[in-house]
Each structure stands twice: as C-alpha cells, then as structure tokens.
Nanobody, 123 residues
Framework: QVHLVESGGGLVQAGGSLRLSCAAS????????MGWFRQAPGKEREFVAA???????TYTDSVKGRFTISRDNGKNTVYLQMNELKPEDTAVYSC?????????????????WGRGTQVTVSS
C-alpha cells in the first residue's frame, strides 16, 4: 500500500508559477513510477507527466517546456514545477504511483492515487 498526499495548489495569475509536491509513504518509493494527472470540471482525467526511479520523464504535449517533473527518493516526494501557467491549466491535480516497468501515461496502470490539489489560473 502507498499513501500519497499532494500540496502546493492555489490561485495564480496567468503567466505565474506553482510547485506541487506529492509526499509518499508506505512501500519503497523508488520502486514506483510516479505520475501527475489533472481533471478539469466536466472533463475526463488526463495525463500530465511521469517520472521513473532514475529520473527519466515524459510529458503531455500541452505542458512540454512549461512543466517539469522531478523526484527526491530520499524524501519520498515527487514534484511538479509549473511555469507560464495558462487558464486552461486550471484543474485538480493528482499524483499517482505504479509499479509499471515502463513510463506509462495510462490512468488504468496507476494503482495508488492521492486526493488531489486544486490549481486555478486566472486570466
């Protein structure tokens, strides 16, 4: 079992930045691929970014060059640095964990989820 708790969300103006954190507890954190997903009102949950235990990462096209995912295995924490935020980035952001051996963007591959943190970007 892995317990995930997100923090760092809030209200920011377009063009601003936020850094989300996801603290993990339970089984060995470094064994997991960690992902960030988001869900806007009335829309399906979508993949944002993922990172494996050695720091290899992948991103959805709409955030490439603006968002950076990173992890600190010593602190059992994964981060999402979000720069140049846009109103369309407004959503509940959730982190998730999977024992997949590959970087996966599929929601169904992630077994453990946090409750999410709200990010609101005003225009």
């Amino acid at each position: 079992q892995v317990h995930l708790v997100e923090s760092g969300g809030g209200l920011v103006q377009a063009g601003g930045s936020l850094r989300l954190s996801c603290a993990a507890s339970g089984r060995t954190f470094s064994n997991y691929v960690m992902g960030w997903f988001r869900q806007a009102p009335g829309k399906e949950r979508e993949f944002v970014a993922a990172i494996n235990w050695i720091g290899r990462s992948t991103y959805t096209d709409s955030v490439k060059g603006r968002f950076t995912i990173s992890r600190d295995n010593g602190k059992n924490t994964v981060y999402l640095q979000m720069n140049e935020l846009k109103p369309e980035d407004t959503a509940v952001y959730s982190c998730a964990a999977t024992l997949s051996v590959v970087l996966t963007i599929r929601t169904l591959d992630y077994a453990y989820w946090g409750r999410g943190t709200q990010v609101t970007v005003s225009s």
